[in-house]
């Protein structure tokens, strides 16, 4: 099991708190919204994470404005 | 002349193409006693959880754009159905939404094979254990699918939706929204609609041709679907081929593997004449008209993904930039308009193009273009930021003489001819 980061574009606005928690895994595009670094394709939608960062990712999760962040369990493949 | 046969574009008669009509087979504007005729009779509720097996050796494939395998897919929302602590219902929603303005297949799929339709959602949500079941069409295309319900036995408790008239109303999501909410916006998915779909039931959004598939290869067999096409895209699929006049608007029923030129030519066009063909629609990407198969799998050099089936034809005196700025710029526009990356990247992506396109000589202007779709690519509730950063990529290879020409200053028709 793995732990992703998701993030729902129909919620967030893009203020980037997030990026500033995250810092290693979250970048922000020309318009403020989280890029997740390093990352292609769907993976900048469920983000996997390191374990190291769980426990800023669960920080995000709580303080986004938004509510648009949550952390959900993904077998891997 | 039927109104069916006024409104959509002619059957046509196949006379001297390899591929026999199997879809259509039972003629313009097939009623039920027609279907039967043609068909056999078959009760559709009798089918049970077999059909996924049939379905999953006929190797069939989604005909509305993703080309996943149904089996798969159905499979994953049985298997939902079955677990969890609140079991509920699967649904099956028979989806004829194509908001893409160059795909016209579904639409005279409904039109004229109806009953065939109905068929594999019936069979479809029994061997799902008795799933509800809805028809999600455009307004133009229910009272079709009204009366052939009424002309059945069975089949009373479909229930029909309107779809509206946007590129996005056909994202699975966005079907199940609307029947939830009336809203054809798609919506985050956490979850998969197999887990949680509609009122959080496992639902399964099907292509109307897909259905028709199903109930060819419910009465037939999987051995019958694979004798046309090839062994990696087994089967038969509608295409909606459009192009330069005189050529007509037409839908076909082309083998698996088909040759791009091939189709061209059985629709009237001379491969020779054309500078590039759109595959897949707005969401698919540029290919040059000769060399490529029509294929969900296979090497992109020599294959060419058809996704919904939308086949567009470029003449070689028409500029293939300003022709996909056009397109990105409706895309942009068709934006939902709640992902943040898809909201403002999509129009810096169009707004670029036509700068392009407008004559502007900024060498820049080309590697922003590639920037802004890589930006935004994976970044939405669905797949609209990648569907079209792909067709802007596939202009920037496709057309790169022309990209260069613009960006010194001149518009150089593909076949030399200054614009
Ligand atoms: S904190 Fe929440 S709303 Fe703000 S940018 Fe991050 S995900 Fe978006
Ligand atoms: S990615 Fe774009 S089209 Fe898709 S839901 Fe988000 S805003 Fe709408």
Redesign the interface.
């Known amino acids: 099991m793995k732990t992703q980061l998701?993030?729902?574009?129909?919620?967030?606005?893009?203020r980037g708190l997030c990026a500033e928690l995250l810092p290693g895994v979250l970048d922000r595009?020309?318009?403020?919204?989280p890029?997740a670094r390093g990352?292609?394709?769907?993976?900048?939608?469920d983000v996997p994470l390191r374990d190291a960062d769980l426990e800023a990712a669960q920080e995000a999760v709580v303080l986004c404005p938004k509510l648009a962040l949550?952390l959900?369990e993904r077998k891997v493949q | 002349m039927s109104q069916a046969n006024d409104t959509y574009p002619p059957v046509p008669m196949q006379e001297g193409t390899r591929q026999e009509p199997r879809l259509l087979a039972a003629g313009p504007d097939a009623g039920w006693a027609q279907h039967l005729d043609t068909f056999g009779t078959w009760e559709p509720h009798t089918a049970g959880p077999g059909l996924l097996e049939e379905l999953a050796a006929a190797g069939l494939t989604g005909r509305g754009g993703a080309a996943f395998e149904t089996w798969r897919k159905a499979t994953a929302a049985a298997g939902s159905g079955r677990k969890g602590m609140f079991p509920g219902r699967p649904v099956v929603v028979a989806n004829g939404a194509e908001g893409e303005q160059l795909s016209f297949k579904d639409r005279t799929l409904l039109a004229h094979a109806p009953h065939l339709v109905l068929d594999g959602l019936m069979a479809l949500a029994e061997a799902l254990g008795g799933a509800s079941t809805y028809v999600y069409a455009p307004a133009a295309g229910l009272p079709r699918v009204q009366q052939a319900i009424s002309e059945r036995p069975r089949g009373k408790r479909i229930r029909l939706v309107q779809s509206p008239e946007t590129f996005i109303s056909g994202e699975s999501s966005a079907v199940v929204n609307m029947i939830a909410h009336g809203s054809a916006v798609p919506t985050d998915q956490r979850r998969r609609l197999s887990e949680s779909g509609l009122n959080g039931r496992p639902t399964l959004v099907v292509n109307v041709e897909t259905l028709a598939q199903v109930a060819l290869i419910a009465r037939y067999g999987a051995p019958w679907f694979r004798h046309a096409g090839t062994p990696t895209d087994p089967g038969t699929r509608l295409v909606s081929v459009s192009g330069p006049a005189p050529a007509r608007d037409v839908v076909l029923e082309v083998p698996g593997g088909a040759q791009l030129s091939a189709v061209l030519e059985e629709a009237g066009m001379d491969p020779a004449a054309l500078s590039a063909v759109l595959v897949g629609g707005y969401h698919g990407r540029w290919v040059r008209p000769a060399g490529h198969a029509l294929s969900p799998v296979g090497p992109p050099a020599r294959t060419a993904r058809p996704g919904a089936g939308v086949i567009h034809a470029l003449d070689l005196q028409a500029c293939g930039i300003q022709a996909t700025a056009r397109m990105v710029s409706y895309l942009a526009d068709q934006s939902a308009r709640q992902c943040g990356p898809c909201m403002f990247g999509l129009p810096a992506m169009a707004s670029v193009l036509n700068r392009i396109a407008g004559g502007e000589t900024n060498h820049r202007l080309a590697s922003e273009l590639d920037r802004l779709g890589k930006l935004v690519t994976g970044r939405g509730a669905c797949r609209h930021p990648e569907g079209t950063t792909g067709l802007v990529s596939s202009a920037l290879e496709v057309f790169a003489p022309d990209f260069r020409a613009h960006l010194s200053g001149y518009c150089t028709g593909p076949g030399g001819a200054a614009a």
Do not use: F, L, M
Not at chain 1, 29 to 33: A, E, L, M, N, P
Not at chain 1, 39 to 45: F, M, P, S
């Open positions: 998701h993030i729902d574009w129909t919620s967030c606005d893009g595009d020309d318009w403020g919204y890029v990352k292609a394709g769907r993976e900048r939608t949550s959900h």
